[in-house]
């Protein structure tokens, strides 16, 4: 539809509002690095969960500086200590984990609501959208 309406009346848009339908990684990353479209989409967000433990609405993304807040107030990371040989980021299935310090987690009074078969939480988001968050886009 862009490339048609860039065809018939040599108009490309800046911004972009669509539904949800379009807010997958792939498809946002298209309309930014491709076309240079800023999206108005919100991000489909599969995370919700139907056992009551927390989803990833819960927590909250820090964009500035790349990590994730947890109810509690602690911080979820990508790496924990600084690597000699910095690490590309994601792993082969294309996500980016943040995982919060085991003993915040261990010490934690909402962990049976957290992550509770699990050591530690974790979030995890496609890299799609995370490289489109460090880029400063306001996505939702
Ligand atoms: S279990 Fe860990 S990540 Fe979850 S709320 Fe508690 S401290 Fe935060």
């Not at 240079?36 to 919700?48: C, L, N």
Request: net charge positive.
């Amino acid at each position: 539809m862009i490339d048609r309406v860039q065809k018939a009346h040599n108009l490309m848009p800046e911004r972009l509002v669509s539904d949800t339908a379009y807010g997958s990684g792939p498809m946002l990353d298209w309309l930014v690095e491709n076309r240079g479209i800023a999206p108005q989409i919100s991000v489909i967000d599969k995370s919700a969960r139907k056992n009551g433990t927390f989803e990833r609405a819960d927590f909250i993304f820090d964009t500035e500086n790349d990590l994730y807040i947890c109810p509690c107030g602690n911080e979820l990371k990508q790496y924990h200590r600084a690597y000699k040989t910095p690490r590309s980021g994601a792993n082969k299935d294309e996500a980016i984990r943040y995982r919060a310090h085991k003993s915040d987690c261990d010490a934690c009074a909402l962990k049976e609501r957290c992550t509770p078969k699990e050591p530690q939480c974790k979030v995890t988001r496609s890299i799609e959208v995370v490289l489109l968050f460090r880029t400063g886009l306001r996505l939702s």
